[in-house]
């Protein structure tokens, strides 16, 4: 404030007559003119736009007023229009106080005319002292590196990567296999259309071809992620491919002199149990490739690289053969380097849960004909490429195929959640086993067939089909069934609750999604958080793609069971979140929390609290914000116990002050006053429209509004209490609903400590109380005050009350 | 509907927790029973039976004659109902009732 004290402007504006009905507003306007600091009030008779401006240009010209205080209602359109307008005559847009009397509430039929008056005054004083300690603020500018990395090449993040292409930014996509296209590299079929996955992955490498801004690491793994968004920094370590890719040409023949074989599918995918299964899929795929190969699943970039641990150390014929001298032997040391990016996109995507694991249930690795999924996936793959691939019936009847459902999932010792894809996998593969075997007999086990949306239709149109069986039990698989070759499998059909015997060729066990091992390690090396199921999480419906930590956003089944189009979608917006930290820019409103180093006694609370992990410390100890990091909910702020932190534009001393004004009640000595926060998402919405539907809300509440029930400090609560007023109410999101994670968690732990302050204050610690209340509970916020309010009275003034 | 209870019932759904209302008819516990294709009922069924409130006919059953307490059923529950314990309830309940 300095040397000249602010000099404030009111102005009133009653649109719809909504005041004037409660209050006699011309007596207000004498009595505001009188608050010290009040230099100019006028009451609007016009309201239109334009003449809000001109009644606020006038005062800014003529009197040199620096604070508006604008009372009445205002649209959020009304609201910019006029901040933007003003700016220009010279108002900074953070020097407006929007004060809402109508969002208050006067009571209905019993409330005096007197109390609604003092009532309003109070408010407006409140109003006035806040304005009094507004600080002109300006948007801040951030450089941001224009690059991204995205973390897995499967389908999500290829087209992740597509997207931002497409955008002029730079990607560099890191993947652990040797080549791109993930888990959808290894499928034959999408459902529904049934079309081959290969072209869906060509399709989405159509851009990435041919362009000069994607850098592609593969057999990389990250191995640190440092700096916050816009400015990270991830070193990767890229294993030795024994080819340079710049030189080879991909011309093969190498591939073709190359002495030794190995079987496909143990280069398809290696670190999996399910797949070290040399008794299934190992005895029904016998394609091979050689020991230098292109990169699997799916052959991009398209140049050679060598399995180094399968070939002899002395076989140099690939060496000589090579036209472009590309391939080096001796490349020992793995590559380190470190990659700049703006924002990290994680799309580690799934491993399917090791069926070994169900070894006592279906027999998984006993016998050679019973598989997984994903390893049916790959035999009907290669039935479709080679003719010579065929599944056989043990005797000369047609071939009987089951399908176990949920084999592992929905199970409380394995996967409890359903991974929602499973059963139109089954399906796609049933029409596709159709396809290529008329006569096959399929029978599905099945608990409840979850074919979503559209899927339904392929569901209907195999259950009409007489070879196809739908046996709603499980059954038991034992080394004893095996009869001939044959599995002799006995199930319960819980529908007629009738002992059902068949005879089964191939056993193919629906197996569900885990997280994968690649994200796992991840979310380690970055402190991401993860869900119950390990899974990375945000918010689950509001913004799905972030990842409670700001820049790393999330996409497709590295947040859960996704299908192949859900990834798709998901990874779209996951991009169009990832282009706010590729600009060459970030702006951050200046409304973020500042720590007040002289006041700090370096207790560490807000570095633990932060549920977006954004307080460093600094050199001398003192926490520090991440600006792009922090989501401003204010969480830092309530938690601190010295109160050292504000944020800029709701700070502690401003909130202090309009507390301080409270001290005169509005009402007489035995009514209770109630101070209530509530959290801008949910209570204020819902009590503000209290008001609106006109319910009775009791005059005896004075509503501010928070970012977060979590930013409410316990000394304020104190300061409220030890002013005289009878009680507060912090109302926030309900358990686990809220948009910045924890902030009503954070307050009820916090009341603990409070209920001990209050007691050495002689004060009852029932006078304090938190709810949760939901956007659309507005009744129940008004039975909640008045049930309050009947309790306060009951426990008499408060012993501090004036 | 748990007014509709007796006592004796009420008592029985105590002493299991009201664990069988967990049970989601999978047939897990069935397609294990070593022993189930003997008898007309299975423990699944004599769970349902339960969840509809009907303690006589699941402690009458003849199925929990063949029961032979394995505790197969148990492990393999998805839900972890104690299927067994239920069984073994059963028998004692049918036998207090009885007397």
Known sequence: ?802 | MKEALSKSALEFNEQVNNSFYKCIQCGYCSSFCAVFFYSEDTPRKIIRYLQCNDIDKASQSPFLRLCKQCLTCSQVCPQGVDVAKIMRRLVRHNFISCR
Not at chain 1, 400 to 421: E, I, T
Not at chain 1, 433 to 453: E, I, N, W
Not at chain 1, 454 to 477: A, H, I, M, W
Not at chain 1, 671 to 676: F, G, H, I, M
């Open chain 1, 1 to 802: 404030m300095g040397l000249n004290p602010p000099k404030i402007g009111l102005i009133v504006s009653d649109p719809g007559d909504i005041l004037s009905g409660i209050i006699d507003l011309q007596a207000l306007k004498k009595k505001c003119e009188k608050i010290r600091g009040v230099e100019h009030c006028v009451l609007l008779t016009d309201f239109k736009s334009e003449s809000f401006l001109i009644a606020a240009q006038k005062p800014l010209a003529e009197k040199q007023i620096d604070r508006l205080i604008w009372i009445g209602r205002f649209t959020v359109k009304q609201k910019c229009t006029l901040e933007k307008k003003l700016e220009k005559s010279g108002l900074n847009p953070y020097l407006n106080e929007w004060s809402d009397l109508t969002s208050q509430s006067f009571g209905k039929q019993e409330a005096s005319e007197e109390a609604r008056f003092k009532k309003a005054l109070t408010l407006i004083k409140m109003a006035v002292a806040r304005a009094k300690l507004l600080e002109p603020l300006e948007t801040e500018e951030v450089p941001n590196s224009e690059s991204a990395v995205v973390i897995g090449a499967g389908i999500s993040g290829l087209h992740a990567a597509s997207a931002l292409i497409e955008r002029g930014k730079q990607v560099h996509l890191v993947e652990k296999e040797s080549g791109v296209g993930g888990k959808v590299g290894l499928l034959s079929r999408f459902f529904p259309l049934q079309c081959n996955p290969q072209c869906g992955i060509e399709y989405a490498l159509k851009s990435l071809r041919t362009s000069e801004k994607l850098t592609v690491h593969t057999l990389s793994k990250p191995t640190s992620v440092e700096g916050t968004a816009g400015n990270f920094s991830v070193s990767i370590n890229t294993r030795p491919h024994y080819v340079d890719s710049n030189l080879c040409n991909g011309c093969g023949k190498c591939a073709d002199v190359c002495p030794i074989e190995i079987p496909l599918w143990e280069n398809v995918i290696q670190d999996e149990p399910p797949f070290q299964n040399e008794m299934g899929i190992g005895t029904m795929l016998k394609e091979t490739q050689k020991a230098i190969h292109l990169p699997t699943p799916y052959p991009f970039p398209e140049t050679y690289l060598i399995e180094r641990d399968k070939c002899p150390a002395d076989c140099k014929k690939c060496l000589e053969v090579c036209p472009v001298e590309a391939i080096n032997l001796d490349e020992q040391i793995d590559l380190k380097q470190n990659l700049d990016a703006g924002a990290l996109l994680v799309t580690s995507g799934w491993d399917a849960y090791p069926l070994s694991k169900l070894r006592d249930y279906y027999g998984y690795g006993l016998l050679p004909n019973i598989i997984g999924n994903l390893e049916m996936e790959q035999l009907l793959l290669q039935m479709t490429k080679r003719s010579d691939i065929q599944l056989q019936a043990i005797d000369s009847g047609p071939l009987a195929v089951g399908f176990v459902q949920c084999a592992g999932s929905r199970n409380k010792d394995h996967l409890s959640y359903c991974s929602s894809v499973c059963c139109s996998a089954t399906i796609k593969q049933i029409k596709q086993l159709k396809s290529l075997h008329p006569g096959a007999k399929c029978t599905v086990f099945y608990q409840d067939m979850r074919c979503f949306g559209f899927d339904e239709d392929l569901y209907q149109e195999l259950k009409s089909e007489s070879d196809v069986l739908f046996v709603r039990g499980f059954p038991r698989v034992n080394e004893s069934d095996l009869i001939d070759g044959k599995m002799n499998l006995t199930v319960e059909d819980t529908f007629s609750g009738l002992p059902v015997n068949t005879e089964i060729d191939l056993l193919v066990l629906a197996g569900g999604m885990q997280p994968s091992s690649g994200g796992l390690e991840f979310a380690e090396l970055s402190g991401l958080p993860l869900n119950k199921h390990r899974f990375f999480t945000g918010h689950y419906q509001c913004y799905p793609e972030e990842s409670q930590r700001t820049g790393i956003l999330t996409a497709g089944c590295a947040r859960g069971p996704m299908n192949v189009s859900q990834s798709i979608e998901s990874s779209g917006k996951a991009a169009i979140k990832a282009l706010n930290f590729l600009e060459s820019t970030t702006s951050i409103a200046p409304t973020y929390p500042v720590v007040n180093e002289a006041k700090c006694d370096q207790c560490k609370r807000c570095i633990e609290d932060c549920p977006y992990d954004c307080y460093r410390q600094n050199e001398k100890g003192f926490p520090v914000p991440d600006l792009k990091k922090c989501r401003q909910c204010g969480n830092c702020m309530g938690v601190c116990p010295v109160s050292a932190i504000s944020m800029n534009h709701f700070t502690i001393k401003q909130l202090a002050n309009q507390i301080e004004i409270l001290e005169n009640s509005f009402l007489r000595h035995e009514e209770p006053t109630v101070l209530a926060f509530l959290c801008e998402n949910d209570a204020y919405v819902a009590a503000c429209s209290a008001i609106d539907q006109g319910l009775d809300v009791p005059i005896n509440v004075i509503q501010i509004k928070v970012p977060c029930a979590g930013a409410v400090n316990n000394a304020l609560i104190a300061d409220a209490l030890s002013l005289g007023i009878d009680g507060v109410l912090i109302a926030g999101c309900k358990d686990e609903q809220c948009h910045y994670v924890r902030g009503f968690d954070l307050v009820q732990k916090r009341s603990g400590d409070l209920g001990d302050k209050l007691g050495t204050m002689m004060i009852e610690p029932e006078r304090v109380r938190s709810e949760g209340i939901e956007i659309h509970e507005s009744d129940r916020y008004v039975s909640l005050l008045n049930e309050y309010i009947e309790k306060l009275t009951k426990l008499g003034p408060n012993p501090f009350k004036i």
